[in-house]
């Protein structure tokens, strides 16, 4: 045994859970996106309260208000930033937690790789890995 895990079993990585596509349609519809939405993913205020929605494109990240009784009905639009805006980085320990434009937030743990993966998309583009078929 190796710390805590069965070297024996396999560790179970948990899997991001899309966001449904009842939901990114409603986001699309909302905000009146015909483009392509790059990422998306629910968050909360930090110690809980109300709900938001990422939404990022290729122009804006657009964050929705659910409110505090639905987290898939939007509201309103709490802030629209432009698409070089960091969103993490986002701190681990008590729940997955992070600050953005002056507020923060609380995010599950399974969509952890959805906030890394936007912010590596425009600061960290050599991390990504290489598209294997570039010429398609």
Known sequence: MIGNVD???PVE???VMPVPRPLRDRC???LGIEGEIRYIFPAMTYGGGSGFIFVVTDERIAVISTGSLSRSRPRSVWGSYPRGT???PVESGDGASFEFAGAFFEVDDEYVPVVNA???EIF???SLPRD???DL
């Open 7 to 9: 070297a024996a079993r």
């Open 132 to 134: 294997p078929l570039p």
């Open 118 to 120: 936007a912010d590596a």
């Open 86 to 88: 960091r969103i993490g």
């Open 124 to 126: 960290a583009r050599d």
């Open 13 to 15: 990585v948990p899997a």
């Open 28 to 30: 699309r519809e909302f």
